[in-house]
């Protein structure tokens, strides 16, 4: 977990350099970086009070000498996974910078053509209709996947019993804020549905503020960040976490890294990982944030990169294994 530490580490020092380059305000962008970073801290070491006993249970049930030796694993890829919001902040904000965004007109033709001329958001409201969905957006989107989106590698480490598989998708998950979050969002530079008509003009998501507001997003959290959001887009500068990106889905990947793993740590926990996944590719719908073919393309990628990765994990095991027989046949030929 030392290279995924190092890697990380070497993203954040990118992503501040890249900063520096960009804004004047770089001073205040460190700062509030720094103050983020303790802040962070400082809610993991509260947390230890409800974590305390699932650490207890994974002690007992694990032993204490594997414990003991996923220590040094755990810290590293702690810090990894406090360190990692940052340097995405910085490069999530820095993508109309870079490249203007021009996406939404494709993204949005494609997306309706794909779903039978009919745009998927339609869809799911005629099919939802409920005044407290903006209740269900904030504790589904917003809070609950906050917990895999921060904790799900420190999760892996401390608890997975398959070395191979562990540090599979612990690369993946890291890797996938950088491929999905940031270079094919740099690729795919675009604002989603909701900020459709103010990027572009016109009325093509004219009827989808109406029906978030028949919702109840008006009244959520997560309605007042995507005003916040734009109102800052608007006022220029950054801020850490403010940056808008829609294609393709960082929530989706998130999500189905996680249906993944339950899916192959047990099979008992699949429906329950997989029933996550789809409320939060539906949600990112509902809400607005997302097209139906960011959560798509996010699904395409992770599955492209775990494949890579189990690939690779073969080959190596492969060659230590034929370098056991080779030496063990050495051995023999002296003897």
Known sequence: ?????????????????LAAFLYDDFPRLLRAALGTTIHSLNLMIGAGYYVAPVLV????????????????PLIFVTLASVLLPIGFSFMKNAIPEI???????????????????QDPWRLLHDW??????????DAVYLNAWALPAFAFPIVVVATET?????????WLFFISWFVVGNLLALAGSSVGPVYYDRLVGGERFAALAGALGAGGMGESAMGAIQERLWARYEGGGVDLGLGISAFPSMHVAVAFITALYLSERAKWIAPLGFAFFAAILLLSVYSGYHY???????????????AVLKRRAERRQGATILRSVAASQLLHSAR
């Open 128 to 137: 939802i209709d409920s005044p407290t969905m903006g209740r269900v957006v």
């Open 162 to 170: 398959d070395e191979a598989r562990m540090t599979r998708y612990v």
């Open 292 to 306: 139906a073919i960011d959560g798509y393309a996010s699904v395409a990628v992770v599955l492209g990169l775990n």
């Open 1 to 17: 977990m030392n290279k995924v530490f190092r890697a990380v580490f070497l993203y954040l020092v990118a992503s501040l350099l």
């Open 99 to 117: 490249v203007p965004y021009y996406a939404d007109p494709a993204l949005a033709s494609f997306d309706r053509w794909l779903h039978l001329g």
């Open 57 to 72: 249970a994974v002690l007992l049930a694990f032993g204490w000498r594997r414990m003991a030796a996923r220590t040094a």
